[in-house]
């Protein structure tokens, strides 16, 4: 088997094979609704990766189409975290609104947050880091939380972005090649 079909056969799974535990919380809880709201729609967050990598999908399918839709796929991973994060919130007493208050500001999600690069292994370097921070954030909230549930779902969706980081470094690999 070619480098390039092997790449396209571990490319065909998107998200970890693991059910999804159900979407509860213990209780009514603004601020770890605040923070889900930040994974939402905050300028590192759910909402950003799944714009991000659409955009990526889109400029680079003429010249590496097999990419393009490991993006827009990936892209559909990070749509249903969306939805998750959208629910515990509203479980959790907030708004799923497309905003964020930090540092007593309220920023609204808008696609300046989203980078217009077009260099390939650009994009795959800053698709492998966003992951890998969007991993360790999850975790970190997992063990700060004091609710089994919501600690649960986010290591779930951690499995997921797991798989992300590995499929943007088989990419990275195969450039350094």
Not at 126 to 150: C, F, G, K, P, W
Request: with cysteine; hydrophobic share 45%; net charge negative.
């Amino acid at each position: 088997m070619e480098k390039r079909d092997m790449h396209i056969e571990t490319a065909k799974v998107y998200a970890s094979p693991e059910p999804y535990p159900p979407i509860e919380v213990a209780g009514k809880n603004r601020l770890y609704a605040g923070l889900m709201h930040m994974n939402l729609c905050a300028a590192q967050s759910e909402m950003t990766a799944v714009m991000q990598y659409l955009y990526q999908g889109w400029v680079i399918e003429a010249k590496n189409a097999e990419a393009s839709q490991a993006l827009k796929q990936i892209a559909m991973v990070e749509m249903h975290h969306i939805d998750i994060f959208a629910q515990l919130i509203c479980l959790l007493g907030g708004d799923p609104v497309y905003s964020v208050s930090f540092r007593q500001r309220r920023r609204t999600w808008d696609g300046n947050m989203v980078s217009p690069c077009k260099n390939f292994f650009h994009m795959m370097q800053s698709n492998l880091l966003a992951e890998q921070e969007t991993i360790d954030r999850y975790r970190r909230q997992a063990a700060m939380v004091h609710d089994a549930s919501l600690s649960a779902i986010l290591l779930r969706i951690v499995e997921d972005e797991k798989v992300h980081v590995k499929i943007f470094r088989s990419y990275l690999d195969e450039l350094i090649q």
